[in-house]
């Protein structure tokens, strides 16, 4: 009897270590995500302020945290640029080490230390969503409008080892790179029109934000996992 409620004891307290395992588990993860997105967006507020002064300067149209429908999903655009040459799609990363990376390939090497980390190529995410916003405006009508991406890294302490053709940036260099003459020429875009289509098919509703939100973690996971 005495053994018995002594196994009955150590089952009991193995199943609470267990318990409190999976516990301190899962509140480790949700931090984690919770500081990634807090530096994700912390990145993109740095853009979006420096796009701001830009797009004054210009009279272009800034929108951020732009969502569109993407078949029976959704997807999320950090910053879109809008002017006479057409729509420039900002995708923001905001990551430190030094990066390796091409356009052919599906992840990038993080290099932090004697740290290795894998990250999915922005370049292929970002032409996600220039061909969501491609689609959404030549179903509109404007089938002439020049959609563009680039990929902006906002750290300070990031070091870019990528082919320099690519649209791939730091952030100190954005203002340089929208010199360029291809963003001041004229062509037929009207500005307004572009954003007034935008907003029509623009998701605001906060639950399926969420829903896209979660699925992009659940993602994120998955990848980090090598699934």
Not at 44 to 57: G, P
Not at 63 to 68: A, I, M, S
Not at 83 to 95: A, M, Q, S
Request: net charge positive; with cysteine.
């Amino acid at each position: 009897m005495e053994q018995q409620m002594l196994y009955t004891i150590v089952a009991s307290v193995i199943i609470a270590a267990m318990i409190l395992y999976v516990i301190f588990y899962l509140l480790h993860k949700k931090q984690k995500e919770s500081a990634t997105d807090a530096l994700g967006k912390s990145g993109e507020l740095a853009v979006a302020s420096r796009l701001k002064k830009i797009a004054a300067r210009y009279g272009w149209i800034v929108k951020n945290n732009v969502y569109l429908p993407l078949y029976d999903k959704t997807t999320q655009i950090d910053h879109l640029l809008i002017g006479d040459f057409g729509v420039l799609v900002i995708e923001t990363k905001h990551i430190s080490g030094v990066l390796y990376g091409d356009e052919r390939q599906d992840y990038w090497k993080q290099e932090i230390g004697s740290k290795q980390n894998r990250v999915y190529n922005p370049l292929m995410q970002n032409k996600a969503h220039t061909d969501c916003l491609t689609h959404h405006l030549r179903k509109a009508g404007l089938k002439n409008v020049l959609v563009s991406g680039l990929v902006v890294f906002s750290a300070k302490d990031i070091y870019l080892n990528i082919p320099k053709n690519l649209p791939v940036i730091t952030l100190d260099r954005l203002d340089a790179f929208l010199k360029q003459s291809s963003f001041h020429a004229r062509s037929n875009a009207n500005p307004m029109e572009i954003s007034k289509v935008i907003d029509a098919v623009r998701i605001t509703d906060p639950a399926v934000i969420r829903k896209h939100n979660r699925q992009v973690h659940q993602m994120a996971s998955n990848r980090n996992r090598g699934k």
